[in-house]
């Protein structure tokens, strides 16, 4: 923080007072040339942003336009430093003394302007004060197995549409946290770059495109793993055929609140090269500087910038996917913002025996949705990081392992379809559906029978198929009316095995274990067991 507060008071006389300064955003009042923009789209957003909308029938609005040039120079000319805007927000962030703020407000051009500032009387915390919101995120280094990265795909139930071949191909997934050391170079993201599957990248942090550097934290390459990582017969990620852009917008050591404006700034670049799914795990409740600290009243899913940034960005037709924090062994034990947000599909943590995790915070959130919306497995969790699959704990993990089913999820649905509704049929379908928890809302997600439920598969379709016996010793049996063309058969990790075009198959050759069956190209997975 001395650093931070060194920079901006070099920064210019204006700024050399001694008042005591704090962070605000300054609220535009319109967008000038926002006819510009109308004529020409494609100024603005890319082919895909605007392919987005028209499949979710969303409209183009002035949130979509460009911030007015001259505003920003205005403020500039009064002496601020400008580094941070809006154009969703349709403003910029300054530092500013109380007179300041009200020469800020005189301006014609200015709305309003409103602090960061939660309690005023606040002060700078030690570095010993402040939490380590990272202290569940160590990654063991030991190796181990695929079979440990199935039991958490497996947990979702998102086997089966791996099998089917939902494995996000097509899909474009913005990755907004720490840093990506190591994906660069590293053997587990091989399969990623060679395939050109990470689009890009930004740094909002440093404002530049160094997103690899080794003295960042790793935090985003470790989360990105967990989707994106892949090792030959070791590791697959929850959506291993995503593309993917890479963005920062924290920096690990301090706790500032202008990370809520990186993260938006994040967010609108995702949305202009139209992203499906944006993965965060990171949230916000406590500052360096107390006098930005929220409380639990602020929880409410509008009154953080983050939390407002994170609606106009699902409002855009993009599914937002964020950890729900690791705060439940602290003395606020809450979740976190932007996870409070009820847009915000938000992740807590289980174990392998889907049991809550000590750290994994509680909801609902202050105005009672229940939050976290679903759980996935957030207890030593497999990963890749640089050349190794390693493991390691937090709601940071759960996040993005569950974000990469929906991204396989949504690939198996028309581009048309309802965020809403996909929220819905996950919650519905989740463990606790009918009985959901503080801790774990509506409990540990299950794609397939939400990815079922979804499609509404007619009885005749449920019926026409099935398997017998089950579990089975030599042979299986299709009952059928209708003809197989092709049955495929999977093993626990989406290998095919054997291919028939028979009702009856051999399976005596096969493992005692737990295998995939999919009949005509898809058109029915049934799993059954060998003995």
């Known amino acids: 923080m001395k650093k931070i507060f060194t920079s901006l008071m070099l920064g210019g006389l204006f700024f050399a007072q001694a008042q005591q300064t704090e962070l605000v955003f300054v609220f535009f009042k319109d967008k000038p040339n926002k006819a510009t923009f109308y004529a020409n789209p494609l100024s603005e957003l890319t082919q895909k942003s605007l392919d987005r909308r028209t499949q979710k029938s969303i409209a183009l609005n002035d949130q979509d336009a460009p911030i007015e040039a001259s505003y920003i120079q205005n403020v500039k000319n009064l002496g601020f430093i400008v580094k941070d ?133 790793s935090h985003g390459a470790v989360c990105l793993g967990t989707m994106g990582g892949f090792i030959q017969n070791q590791f697959v990620g929850s959506a291993p055929d995503a593309n993917f852009y890479l963005y920062v917008s924290e920096d690990a050591d301090i706790e500032i609140p202008e990370e809520q404006l990186y993260w938006i700034e994040a967010a609108e670049e995702a949305d202009r090269k139209g992203v499906d799914l944006i993965s ?9 500087d107390s006098r930005y600290d929220y409380t639990y009243a602020d929880m409410n ?10 609606q106009i960005a699902y409002e855009k037709g993009i599914f937002i996917n964020f950890a729900a924090g690791n ?75 569950s974000a990469g089913g929906v991204t396989s999820l949504l690939q198996a649905l028309p581009k048309s379809v309802n965020l809403d509704d996909v929220k819905n049929k996950l919650r519905s379908t989740a463990s606790l559906a009918t009985a959901p928890t503080d801790q774990q809302g509506y409990g540990i997600v299950n794609f397939e029978k939400a990815y079922n439920q979804y499609l509404m598969v007619d009885n005749v379709k449920q019926s026409n198929f099935s398997i017998y016996p089950n579990p089975a010793k030599d042979f299986i049996e299709i009952k059928t009316n209708s003809k197989i063309e092709t049955a495929q058969i999977f093993d626990n990790l989406g290998r095919l095995l054997k291919t028939e075009n028979s009702a009856k198959i051999d399976i005596s050759n096969l493992e005692k274990g737990v295998y995939y069956l999919k009949i005509n190209n898809g058109q029915k997975i049934e799993k059954f067991i060998k003995n």
């Open 301 to 310: 899913g509008t009154t953080s910038f983050i939390t407002r940034g994170a």
């Open 280 to 288: 965060t795990s990171l949230g916000y409740y406590e500052f360096d």
């Open 85 to 217: 805007y809006s154009k969703w927000l349709n403003g910029v962030a300054v530092n500013a003394t109380t007179a300041q703020i009200q020469t800020l407000k005189s301006q014609s051009y200015v709305s309003h302007v409103e602090s960061f500032v939660r309690n005023p009387n606040g002060g700078k915390k030690s570095e010993a004060e402040r939490p380590n919101k990272w202290q569940n995120l160590e990654a063991n280094k030991a190796n181990f197995n695929y079979g440990e990265a199935a039991s958490q795909i497996d947990q979702m139930n998102l086997r089966p549409l791996h099998v089917a071949g939902y494995t996000g191909t097509g899909m474009t997934v913005a990755v907004i946290d720490t840093g990506f050391p190591s994906v660069n170079t590293g053997s587990a993201f091989k399969r990623l770059r060679d395939n050109g599957q990470i689009k890009g990248g930004y740094n909002f942090v440093s404002k530049n495109n160094d997103i690899y550097n080794q003295n960042l934290n």
């Open 327 to 401: 705060e439940a062994d602290n003395s606020w034990f809450y979740i976190i913002t932007p996870a409070d947000n009820a847009k915000v599909f938000s992740i807590g943590a289980v174990d392998y025996n889907g049991d809550s995790a000590s750290f994994s915070s509680y909801g609902p959130n202050s105005v009672g949705v229940i939050k976290p919306d679903v759980c996935a497995r957030g207890v030593a969790t497999a990963t890749v990081f640089n050349n190794n699959v390693t493991q390691a704990s937090g709601t940071s993990l759960a996040n993005p392992l």
